[in-house]
């Protein structure tokens, strides 16, 4: 089954995943788990990190629109 999007619907969605990402990384309890001792990942990556990726790709995505439509 494929799933179909609109780009208007993808550009949502992952702003939506930003705007929740935001929500998570401003929670005390999420900020005292990350400055842990305890708190690794494989490659040092943060929720910073992935709402930094979500936002280059909104803004390709834009990048894209725009081209298309000139």
């Known amino acids: 089954m494929e799933i179909r999007l609109t780009t208007s619907e993808i550009r949502t969605i992952l702003q939506g995943c930003q705007y929740t990402l935001r929500l998570v990384?401003?929670?005390?309890?999420?900020?005292?788990?990350?400055?842990?001792?305890?708190?690794s990942t494989s490659n040092n990556v943060v929720l910073n990190d992935a709402f930094n990726v979500l936002e280059e790709i909104v803004e390709a995505i834009d990048g894209v629109q725009q081209a298309t439509q000139q």
């Not at 990384?25 to 708190?39: A, I, M, P, T, W």
């Open 25 to 39: 990384g401003s929670s005390k309890d999420y900020r005292r788990l990350q400055s842990s001792e305890y708190f």
